[in-house]
């Protein structure tokens, strides 16, 4: 079975603290991963995708990096500000659909 | 300009009522998408379709039925609606399957 799992559930940091996301991923036969965020009440935004072929990808102040064989990704966000306070969505696809965890929800305190 | 539009943004409707849903993308996609995000707010794939054409049915109630009239619009009609379908509904495309996918705003529908 096809599962994607995200720890924490929930994180509160201060503002300007690094922070890291954990995804993991039972079937490692993936054609990529999503990296995703959600405002309250609002769809997702597109934050990075990775290709199964690679292992890591940036923008700005986000690097997501993948690690197919053991079945993790992680999202590292530097220097973190209030604006990055949100759900943040990991996805894994296979053969045309995307698998989503349940979030991480991220408070950034100023 | 919105790549990925849905219409209705909110839907308030009784059981057993009957409702669509409309997702236009102007991305020039060729794949579009069905997700429910439910109470949990854990998002689950709905359809797929690909150039029009059915690719993913992720044992939805037959109660659901997808149209794709062009490679642009993919629309969500709901018979004999129930309270379990409250939820929110995401539309979304992609340039291929296996692409980066955009997601619409979402639809809040409500069953009373």
């Known amino acids: 079975k096809q599962e994607v799992t995200q720890i924490p559930a929930a994180l509160s940091v201060p503002e300007g603290e690094n922070l890291v996301l954990n995804c993991s991923f039972t079937d490692s036969a993936i054609y990529n991963l999503q990296w995703f965020r959600q405002d309250p009440g609002k769809g997702l935004t597109s934050l990075l995708l990775i290709q199964s072929s690679q292992r890591e990808q940036t923008s700005g102040r986000l690097n997501a990096s993948l690690d197919k064989s053991s079945g993790r990704s992680t999202l590292y966000i530097a220097a973190s500000q209030p604006g990055d306070s949100a759900t943040y969505l990991c996805a894994v696809e296979y053969g045309n659909k995307l698998v989503f965890g349940a979030g991480t929800i991220l408070r950034v305190k100023s | 300009d919105t790549a990925v539009s849905q219409t209705p943004k909110y839907l308030v409707t009784q059981m057993g009522n009957d409702k669509s849903i409309k997702c236009e993308q102007n991305?020039?996609?060729?794949?579009m998408y069905w997700y429910k995000q439910d109470s949990k707010k854990f998002l689950k794939i709905m359809f797929s379709?690909?150039?029009?054409?059915?690719?993913i049915n992720e044992t939805v109630p037959n109660r659901f039925s997808p149209k794709s009239p062009d490679k642009a619009h993919l629309n969500l009609h709901i018979n004999s609606l129930e309270l379990g379908d409250s939820a929110v509904y995401f539309c979304?495309?992609?340039?291929?399957?296996?692409?980066?996918?955009?997601f619409g705003p979402g639809t809040r529908l409500t069953v009373t």
């Open positions: 979304a495309s992609s340039r291929q399957t296996s692409y980066e996918q955009y």
């Open positions: 991305l020039g996609h060729d794949t």
């Open positions: 379709y690909n150039n029009k054409e059915l690719i």
